[in-house]
Nanobody, 123 residues
């Protein structure tokens, strides 16, 4: 069974940066495409970034394009989301998700989810 564990959330000032990490366990990491999603208070969960099993294909939500970088380190079974120029509207619970092979931008494509990590951007 795939298990995902996020870390790296916290309180950040506007304009700051953060790094979120997610470790996958239970299955070979190299087989999985990974995604980051987020859910702000009172809103639906939304796509943030994704990359495929090889790490060569990536996609980003327009809201974070140019401010976010997703990467993977297969030696550590880890996917990382780096974000900079943070805004108060980036405040949300950030979730890591996994699916086999190809990347995806839709929540319902992902069968495996982490518990989430809170990111709060203060103005």
């Amino acid at each position: 069974q795939v298990q995902l564990a996020e870390s790296g959330g916290g309180l950040v000032h506007t304009g700051g940066s953060l790094r979120l990490s997610c470790v996958l366990s239970g299955r070979p990491f190299g087989s999985y495409a990974m995604g980051w999603f987020r859910q702000a208070p009172g809103k639906e969960r939304e796509f943030v970034a994704t990359l495929d099993w090889s790490g060569r294909k990536k996609d980003y939500a327009d809201s974070v394009k140019g401010r976010a970088t997703i990467s993977r380190d297969d030696s550590k079974n880890t996917v990382v989301l780096d974000m900079n120029s943070l805004k108060p509207e980036d405040t949300a619970v950030y979730y890591c998700a996994a699916k086999l092979a190809n990347m995806g931008t839709r929540e319902n494509e992902y069968p495996f989810w982490g518990q989430g990590t809170q990111v709060t951007v203060s103005s």
